[in-house]
């Protein structure tokens, strides 16, 4: 019986990338589920599935860079909402993938490559891994906000936080609040994962911001923002985070 690891920081899409695969792959044993790269290395090092689907965008550690510390034993299942040519490049390497929204149509031909095809060669999936690192769209450095009649370019250093806002996004700094016509999804994309961490569902943080991590009685880390005196609360699934500071 085939088993399998299943790595997104999104509970909705993992629940349903794992709902398809019991349709297209029944004798499959989903055996973990994490909701971050780091955790996917320790589930992996722990349960040693023959198949990993990972996610690409991850907090911290990407899907890219699981893949590539995992055994060759293990193949490897890219689940991306990347661009055109990133595709064109998993396709070039052969490369097992699925675009975000999985489609149970795609999963199938997911899972026929898996049983008929032997395993992506390491050092080509090494290879493809670096050519999407080079590809990767520059980092966000300015915010446009509005500011009455005006417009301001804000540097994405001078934020302290991100709040979601319905389909907007409220940019805390020690100057201010300001909108941005963006969702929290979107920005989040565009910052620098290693500078910027998503600790909710609703909260992206500047982690040089951050002056204190207090554990709450639910296990859930309580974040003392500097300069501010409202805190921000975290979510479990990014405890991880602050257990290694």
């Known amino acids: 019986m085939p088993r399998a690891l299943l790595a997104d920081d999104e509970p ?6 794992e709902r398809q695969l019991a349709a297209c792959w029944p004798e499959l044993t989903i055996v973990a589920r994490a909701a971050n790269g780091r955790e996917a290395l320790e589930l992996a090092a722990r349960e040693h599935p023959e198949v990993a689907f990972l996610d690409i965008r991850m907090p911290g550690v990407s ?32 490369a097992d993938y699925v675009q975000k929204p999985v489609s149970e149509k795609r999963l199938q ?16 999936l090494a290879s493809l891994i670096d050519q999407l690192h080079a590809r990767a ?39 201010g609040t300001h909108l941005v016509r963006t969702a929290i999804k979107h920005l989040e994309e ?3 994962a290693q500078r910027f961490w998503r600790v909710h569902r609703s909260y ?17 880390y309580v ?8 805190t ?13 500071m």
């Open 204 to 220: 992206i943080v500047n982690v040089a911001a951050i002056e204190e991590a207090r554990r709450d009685l639910r296990g859930r």
């Open 63 to 94: 899907g890219l860079e699981v893949a590539r510390e995992l055994p060759p034993t293990t193949r490897v299942v890219f689940v991306t909402a990347y661009d055109e040519y990133a595709v064109e490049a998993f396709e070039a390497a052969a």
């Open 137 to 175: 769209e520059p980092k966000l450095t300015w915010l446009r906000v509005g500011d009455q009649d005006a417009t301001r370019l804000v540097s994405v250093d001078e934020v302290l936080y991100f709040q979601a806002e319905h389909k907007y996004t409220n940019v805390i700094t020690s100057a």
């Open 232 to 244: 921000v609360r975290t979510s479990p699934n990014y405890g991880h985070l602050f257990r290694q």
């Open 223 to 230: 974040l003392k923002i500097r300069g501010r005196r409202e």
């Open 12 to 17: 909705a899409l993992l629940a349903h990338l």
């Open 190 to 192: 565009q910052l620098d």
């Open 109 to 124: 031909q997911t899972v026929e490559r898996l049983r008929s095809t032997p395993p992506l060669d390491h050092s080509v």
